[in-house]
């Protein structure tokens, strides 16, 4: 009898996985396509340049596109809203010439670090104060504090570049916590794989959703919307500071501009791995997905020996598409 029993709960866990897979596939339809994306363009351009998909170039491509991939996970949070974050690129930027300011002025690497990270959590927390508080429009918010940022980056250092002199901070980009895995790509994984469990499992990731979805039904069902949109934004600008971190440790040098295209593709990525402009869809393995298709886009068309002046021209016909796709797909489903 107990075998018997023990029998038929094993054939009802076998069940249960095998109903398990088809709903996780259907849930995540959007990524695999994105990822079979991925695929196809390597391939195409291995057909071209065979080293595009020898393990270095693989390796390239992920050091590439791990600081956007860290601050489209950001933008992504801010878009899950509704809202939006055009100051990201700026803070970028800043957090990098903040950084290597306070190095030259004696700060060890910590100190700096913290200075860094600090540039994003003001930004972040204007642009929430702003957006929540003033109840003035994100794009104009963040579009101010795009301009501000973006010009107290050439003013701390007098537009100069700056060299980064701490001789470990390249660990912070290329070492290695866990044996065997860089540290860039180890922290894109774990903030990914947090930010999906926390939307996708918990109660409190949910909200971000249901802000997205409908802010006036969110308030009525008792959800703290304005906490959750500043908290969103706070989050965005931690994340593209901690990005510009990571540049700053790999390049070991900060540029005014570094982050002045950065903007672009992180609103790119969002909208290329699913997440709607309107807000309440999306995920965070989309957006990293999308990070990875941007980068990947690059860097096929550098090895071809396309014209490099043409990837902004890309990038903006990839977002159009995106844009597009996710235009008619939600007139669809009015």
């Not at 290695?176 to 926390?198: A, D, K, S, T």
């Not at 995106?322 to 939600?330: K, Q, T």
Request: with cysteine; net charge positive; glycine share 12%.
């Amino acid at each position: 009898m107990t075998d018997a029993t023990n029998g038929a709960a094993t054939a009802k866990k076998a069940r249960a996985a095998r109903t398990r897979a088809p709903g996780i596939l259907l849930s995540y339809r959007t990524e695999a396509a994105i990822a079979g994306a991925i695929v196809v363009l390597l391939l195409a351009v291995g057909i071209f340049v065979p080293a595009a998909l020898s393990m270095g170039n693989v390796q390239n491509i992920i050091q590439a596109a791990a600081p956007l991939i860290i601050m489209s996970l950001g933008v992504f949070l801010v878009v899950v809203t509704g809202g939006i974050d055009l100051s990201v690129g700026s803070v970028f930027s800043l957090t990098g010439m903040v950084t290597a300011l306070a190095m030259a002025n004696g700060a060890d690497d910590l100190t700096a670090s913290v200075a860094g990270l600090a540039v994003g959590l003001v930004f972040g927390a204007i642009n929430g104060f702003l957006v929540t508080v003033v109840r003035l429009a994100p794009f104009v918010v963040t579009l101010i504090t795009y301009a501000v940022a973006g010009s107290l980056a050439f003013i701390v250092t007098n537009g100069r570049s700056m060299p980064i002199g701490a001789p470990d901070f390249w660990l912070l980009n290329s070492g290695e916590i866990v044996p065997g895995v860089p540290n860039h790509l180890l922290f894109c994984i774990v903030l990914m794989v947090v930010l999906e469990y926390v939307l996708r499992k918990v109660v409190l990731g949910r909200w971000f959703y249901a802000v997205g979805s409908s802010a006036t039904a969110a308030r009525l069902l008792g959800i703290p919307v304005l906490r959750i949109k500043f908290a969103a934004y706070v989050i965005s600008g931690l994340l593209a500071s901690f990005a510009g971190l990571l540049t700053a440790s790999y390049i070991l040098n900060a540029e005014a501009t570094a982050g002045a295209s950065l903007m672009l593709q992180a609103i790119a990525a969002v909208v290329i791995g699913g997440a709607s402009l309107f807000g309440g869809t999306g995920s965070a393995i989309g957006a990293v997905l999308g990070a990875l298709m941007i980068t990947c886009i690059q860097n096929g068309v550098n090895l071809i020996g396309v014209n490099s002046f043409w990837q902004g021209s890309v990038t903006g016909a990839a977002i159009l598409l995106a844009v597009l796709i996710d235009r008619f797909s939600n007139k669809n489903r009015l």
